[in-house]
């Protein structure tokens, strides 16, 4: 523990009050973090769409700049991973478990509960469903966790700057980042981590115990989720002993396997022309929509201001408070690839994977919807196993979704405990096991302890509330890579010139 910074005790404090709080007065707690989240929410609604937007504008000219042949690492570095790894540990850490959640209850919110502009239940709210679902998922979200990991990767394989969302900032604040102001950075982003791997160890074993009681009759419970986190604790905490490149890695590709086989198992069983001509559609909608839907506020239709605020921008701002668990890891795991290798990888092929996901999994949910099947009236947390009761091999399908939950539980936990580690160990790439383990075993005991005095609702008001000062954290990286991008290229431009010069006399 000698390795420990203060970054380490500030947070963990400042955890247990979270907790402690939660647990004597979670009325109390909800209250006042969703008065802050909604106040946010109100008054800087376009603030959240036009950072976002400007994160995804970044990326996608990074990918055509000449910076983008400029490598996350030294000129000879080559990458840890193969692709296939690569975007199995990526797409674990960063969307996995959200999208075996939501990926028919998503689709079936937007088309019968809340549709963003056609009435419930119609061909124009269908369309209006993927769409949507399509944009809350798609690139600005990974635009999001693209910027995070960038900057980080930079800084820490091409500078050799301490793996930390502080250190990022030396280029403009200089080695007042070494003092209180780098400490209170560090302190948003693991606090915003905890919280955000909190609740969805929360979330996941709700879904698991909302399978189970589908499948068996069995009540929903707290002593259920508890044993769940506890057996996902003993199992991530396995995996995180035998460290990055084995647990992580072969989790990672086992998640992959069972998301494939369940996805072309759906969509060999479920409605198949549909889906692909609903891919289809959903696709060029979302193309053809995506600048007006990315700065969309209706500022004159309360109505619109309202579905807005309740799913743009608390979407926007979940990822950015995601970001720094997600962006560390995939930072971790990206060394050697150039900057347009990786945005391409970040932005282009999870978005794909969720457009397929949720065109297999939400159409099939819609068709069975418009066929009687009730799926709307169930919770969130049981909607997909409904989904695969209507469908043979139903039971099959529902245990193979729960393997894959519980799986990406697992990597989730397992990549957060290695960010928090790395976070409060001075940017350690190899983190004391004991650290790991005090922040999985916080993250479980924050988990359980809010499951059962139902605070998970206030967990989630402060993960959104924490987004907002990590957003202008996020707006001063963007800067400070820009102006260390330029240092850079004049430094290569100017070896370039002496090295001719060189040449041109020997000559």
């Known amino acids: ?26 009325k109390n707690l909800e209250t006042i973090t969703g008065n802050i989240q909604s106040y946010i929410s109100v008054h800087f609604g376009w603030y959240y769409l036009l950072i976002v937007t400007l994160f995804v504008v970044f990326c996608l000219y990074m990918i055509v700049s000449p ?43 937007q088309y019968m509960t809340n549709p963003p502009l056609a009435e419930p239940g119609t061909p124009a709210a269908m369309s209006d469903a993927m769409r949507i679902t399509f944009f809350h998922y798609g690139i600005h ?53 905890i919280v955000g791997v909190a609740t969805t160890l929360g979330f996941g074993a709700a879904q698991i115990n909302g399978g189970i009681t589908y499948l068996t009759g069995i009540e929903k419970g707290f002593l259920i989720q508890l044993l769940i986190i506890v057996v996902v604790t003993v199992l991530f905490m396995i995996s995180a002993y035998t460290g990055l490149s084995k647990g992580i890695k072969y989790l990672s590709n086992a998640n992959m396997g069972l998301a494939v086989t369940l996805f ?37 239709n309360e109505e619109q201001q309202e579905w807005i605020k309740n799913w743009t921008v608390f979407f926007w701002a979940w990822w950015i408070a995601w970001s720094p668990f997600v962006g560390i890891f995939i930072a971790r795991v990206s060394k050697g690839r150039s900057i ?25 949910a819609i068709e069975k919807q418009d066929a009687g099947a009730d799926l709307a009236g169930l919770a969130p947390e049981q909607m997909l196993f409904g989904v695969f009761d209507q469908y043979p091999l139903g039971l099959v399908l529902s245990i193979l979704a729960m393997m894959l939950i519980a799986t990406f539980f697992i990597t989730s936990a397992d990549s957060a405990t290695f960010v928090l580690g790395m976070q409060t160990t001075n940017g350690s790439l190899n983190p004391p096991k004991a650290v790991k383990f005090a922040w999985g075993i916080a993250q479980s005991a924050t988990a359980a302890v809010l499951l ?41 431009e100017r070896e370039k010139q002496n090295t001719n010069a060189k040449n041109t006399n020997t000559a």
Do not use: C, H
């Open 1 to 26: 523990m000698k390795k420990v910074t203060s970054v380490f005790w500030i947070t963990l404090a400042i955890t247990l009050f979270s907790v402690i709080w939660g647990s004597v007065a979670p």
């Open 264 to 300: 072309i198992v759906m969509l060999i069983i479920g409605p198949t022309l549909y889906i692909l001509n609903t891919l289809v559609e959903a696709l060029g909608s979302y193309i053809q929509t995506l600048p007006n839907e990315s700065l969309r506020t209706a500022p004159n």
């Open 452 to 492: 059962y005095t139902g605070g998970l609702q206030a967990l989630q008001n402060a993960l959104i509330s924490a987004a907002f000062p990590f957003s202008f954290i996020m707006l001063l990286m963007v800067y400070s890579l820009y102006k260390a991008l330029r240092e850079d290229k004049a430094e290569l």
């Open 340 to 364: 347009r290798e990786f945005l391409s990888g970040v932005l282009l092929v999870p978005s794909l994977v969720s457009f397929l996901w949720f065109s297999a999994f939400g159409v099939s």
């Open 67 to 109: 910076y983008g042949k400029m490598k996350l690492g030294k000129p000879d570095d080559t990458p840890d991973y193969s692709y296939s790894t690569w975007f199995a540990m990526l797409f674990s850490a960063g969307m996995g478990i959200g999208l075996v959640f939501y990926g028919a209850a998503a689709p079936i919110q």
């Open 141 to 193: 979200a990974w635009g999001i966790y693209a910027i995070v990991a960038l900057v980080l990767a930079y800084f820490k394989f091409r500078r050799g700057a301490p793996g930390l969302i502080s250190a990022t900032l030396k280029p403009i604040f200089g080695k007042k980042m070494d003092g209180a102001w780098g400490t209170v950075v560090d302190v948003v982003a693991v606090f915003a981590t």
